[in-house]
């Protein structure tokens, strides 16, 4: 069970880079798998039809409305809070590019071929698995250091330029976004409690196995 004991901070890797654009064969490889891990984590999340993520309750609610796809919806989600980035005067990184097309083409790719589930418990079981896939992955591309996503670029420049505290600025951005996606019409249920409480552990179990696996 020590192996699997949470990190609380984000370990230094043989991979990780020193700068956003600082790439590396190895360190795009791990980047993209991760971010590709992501999206079909978080697709799982969506196909165990008990509800989802924050974000992914936004990105189901406006799928619905404007008849797109899950995959385009978050793709045109990213792209506006990227805009958002501008008055905050943050910079993007080559992981913050490729988090916005690889995670929707991802989550494309496993809306189409995850099938749907209409069980409760075997969709519990999915929900767990996409849960604890995008906390692995959440580790894998977090560990390249090059660069944040959209969304938690948008989290850190509020922060940055209100001094509002990180944890309080969070809460206030997903609470908004499932608030609105909830109104859209995206799907909440147990699925989005489980992910709520759950993704901080796991992503910060996978960070303490990849901190133990890479410093020996």
């Known amino acids: 069970m020590e192996f699997l004991r949470p990190h609380r901070t984000v370990p230094v890797t ?9 790439l590396s064969f190895l360190r795009v490889l791990i980047l993209f798998f991760g971010l590709f891990l992501f999206g079909i984590g978080d697709a799982f999340v969506i ?9 992914s309750v936004l990105a189901q609610g406006i799928s619905r409305n404007l008849n797109i796809s899950m995959g385009w919806s ?27 097309v690889i995670i929707a083409s991802a989550i494309e790719v496993g809306v189409l ?5 209409t069980n409760y418990a075997t969709g519990v079981v999915f929900a767990l698995i996409g849960i604890g896939m995008v906390g692995t992955a959440s580790a894998l591309y977090i560990t390249c250091g090059l660069g944040s996503g959209p969304r938690d670029g948008l989290m850190t420049g ?18 908004s976004v499932f608030a609105l996606g909830w109104i859209l019409g ?19 179990v996978a960070l303490g196995v990849v901190s133990r696996l890479t410093s020996k």
């Open 74 to 100: 978050t793709f045109g989600i990213s792209a506006l809070v990227l805009l958002a980035w501008i008055p905050l005067r943050e910079k993007p990184g080559f992981g913050t590019i490729s988090n916005m």
């Open 47 to 55: 196909q165990s039809n008990i509800g989802n993520g924050p974000w």
């Open 158 to 175: 509020i922060h940055l330029r209100t001094g509002i505290r990180v944890g309080r600025v969070r809460l206030a951005i997903e609470s």
């Open 113 to 117: 071929t995850i099938p749907l589930q």
């Open 186 to 204: 995206g799907t909440v249920g147990l699925g989005t409690l489980l992910f709520a409480g759950l993704i901080g552990q796991s992503v910060a």
């Open 14 to 22: 043989s991979w990780t880079a020193q700068s956003r654009w600082d």
